[in-house]
T-cell receptor
C-alpha cells in the first residue's frame, strides 16, 4: 500500500510570500503525482500534475519531482489570500485507478 | 465542463441505521470513486468502479456497500452507522486513460447521533 506523507501540516504566511509544500511517497513505481486544492466546504480541485522527473511550471505554481528520493514539492510564488486552502498530494501508478492521498497541508495567507 | 452532484449535502443518522449517499456525474466518465475524509486523516478510498456494474474495494470498504447501476451514478451505503461518527464523503470521477485529472463533488457531511 502506498504511503503519502505531507509537510508541514499547516503554514501561515504573509501575502506575497513564496510557499513551499512537501510530499513524500513510498512506492517508486508511482508514476502519476497530482496536487489538489481544497477550500472549506468544497471538494478538492486539481491544480497541477507531474509524471516525469524534473520540474514543471504553470503560472505561479512550480512542482519538482525527484524519483530517486521519492519526493515531490509544490511552490507557490507571490501567494495571495485566495490561495488559503488545504493542499493535497495524490499519487498513483500508471494503469491503476487507485489514488493515494496525503493528509494535506493547511495554508493561510494573511493580507 | 461537467459536474458531480452529491446528495444529500448533510446527513444526520442514528446509531445502527443504514444510510445511503448518492452521486451523479455528467462528464461521461467510466471510473467513479467514493472517498472518506476525516479531519487530520486525509482522503481514504472506500470503493471505486471502472464501469457500470463493476465494484472494487478500497482500503476502507468494511462497513460499506456500493452500487453502480448506471454509468452516471454511484451510490454508497453505510450499513450500520457508528455513534459519534462524523466525516465527509467525497464522490469523484475520471477517465480510465491514465494520468488524467480526478474531479470531485462537494461532499456529503455525515453526523451520527
Amino acid at each position: 500500500q502506498e504511503k503519502v506523507q505531507q509537510s508541514p501540516e499547516s503554514l501561515i504566511v504573509p501575502e506575497g510570500a513564496m510557499v513551499s509544500l512537501n510530499c513524500s511517497f513510498s512506492d517508486s513505481a508511482s508514476q502519476s503525482i497530482w496536487w489538489y486544492q481544497q477550500h472549506p466546504g468544497k471538494g478538492p480541485k486539481a491544480l497541477i500534475s507531474i509524471f516525469s522527473n524534473g520540474n514543471k511550471k504553470e503560472g505561479r505554481l512550480t512542482v519538482y519531482l525527484n524519483r530517486a528520493s521519492l519526493h515531490v514539492s509544490l511552490h507557490i510564488k507571490d501567494s495571495q489570500p485566495s490561495d488559503s486552502a488545504v493542499y493535497l498530494c495524490a499519487v498513483s501508478r500508471t494503469g491503476y485507478q487507485n489514488f493515494y492521498f496525503g493528509k494535506g497541508t493547511s495554508l493561510t495567507v494573511i493580507p | 465542463g461537467g459536474i458531480i452532484t452529491q446528495t444529500p449535502k448533510f446527513l444526520i443518522g442514528q446509531e445502527g441505521q443504514k444510510l445511503t449517499l448518492k452521486c451523479q456525474q455528467n462528464f461521461n466518465h467510466d471510473t467513479m470513486y467514493w472517498y472518506r475524509q476525516d479531519s487530520g486523516k486525509g482522503l481514504r478510498l472506500i470503493y471505486y468502479s471502472i464501469t457500470e456494474n463493476d465494484l472494487q474495494k478500497g482500503d476502507l470498504s468494511e462497513g460499506y456497500d456500493a452500487s453502480r447501476e448506471k454509468k452516471s451514478s454511484f451510490s454508497l451505503t453505510v450499513t450500520s452507522a457508528q455513534k459519534n461518527e462524523m466525516a465527509v464523503f467525497l464522490c469523484a470521477s475520471t477517465t480510465p486513460q491514465g494520468n488524467t485529472e480526478v474531479f470531485f463533488g462537494k461532499g456529503t457531511r455525515l453526523t451520527v447521533v
